[in-house]
């Protein structure tokens, strides 16, 4: 199969022999695709192998014969987007959490334009946590893990003044009062739970509450092997004492 100026957003890239480079990148016609860029690390290759960095936008000319795909060339869209520390950090959870749950050449176009539409607002600090956590509610949904967040796993419908735990089976289950306490930074306020629902900001605590929410379902779905973006949020988190933004977008 040849892929002729398939627009793509670089995902991940790692040195392959001495020259070559394995690239992950997601598509729009054709979903999450694995290339190989033969001798793109050579002097006379650079403005090749800066199209290959993770975060750009790429016109591709590949050629699918196997597991991975040759890529014939690559053609910079735009220049990536230039990020502050928090920012880079929510870059890297955003393309680690793709290439561990998009699979290969399944195509889903909404995935592709979520993509961007995240990528061109990865530089508002002020938006930020509030921007990943839309882009995980989607995230599920276009991958078909979706789930109500009006109504809980039994359809009753969500109390803003509850606290939820979030079941990649089940949807939000109800934490009873005298459990919220042993795992707080878990469960989601009702109130935010609805907001999220409505694509609406929640205030700054209703917030703060989904990224333990969300990060416990996207967990049962990645299984026991976590992320390396979490874990560098975590460190970052202690080093800060709970002041680093990026930590607090990430983690």
């Excluded at 995230?139 to 735990?165: C, K, M, S, V």
């Excluded at 306490?181 to 739970?193: I, K, V």
Aim: hydrophobic share 40%; charged share 25%.
């Amino acid at each position: 199969m040849r892929y002729d100026a398939e627009p793509a957003y670089v995902l991940h890239a790692r040195p392959w022999r001495e020259t070559s480079l394995l690239v992950d990148v997601l598509t729009r016609s054709h979903g999450r695709l694995g290339l190989l860029a033969r001798g793109v690390r050579g002097p006379r290759r650079q403005v090749q192998f800066a199209a290959l960095q993770p975060l750009q936008h790429v016109r591709l000319v590949a050629v699918q014969r196997g597991e991975l795909a040759t890529l014939v060339s690559a053609e910079a869209i735009d220049a990536p987007p230039l990020l502050p520390g928090h920012a880079a950090l929510s870059a890297f959870y955003v393309n680690e959490l793709l290439l561990r749950l998009a699979p290969r050449q399944d195509p889903h176009p909404e995935l592709y334009e979520l993509y961007g539409w995240l990528r061109a607002r990865l530089h508002d600090a002020a938006e930020l946590a509030w921007n990943l956590r839309r882009f995980e509610r989607d995230l599920l949904q276009a991958l078909g893990f979706g789930f109500d967040l009006g109504h809980d796993g039994d359809g009753t419908a969500i109390d803003p003044a509850a606290r939820y735990r979030l079941d990649a089976e089940h949807g939000p289950r109800r934490v009873l009062g005298e459990r919220v306490g042993e795992s707080r930074a878990r469960y989601a306020t009702g109130s935010a739970l609805l907001a999220l629902g409505e694509d609406r900001r929640p205030d700054p605590a209703d917030l703060d509450s989904l990224r333990g929410a969300m990060r416990d379902v996207l967990s049962q779905h990645l299984g026991a092997r976590g992320l390396k973006s979490w874990q560098l949020a975590g460190e970052l988190g202690r080093l800060a004492r709970g002041t680093d933004q990026a930590s607090d977008s990430v983690s």
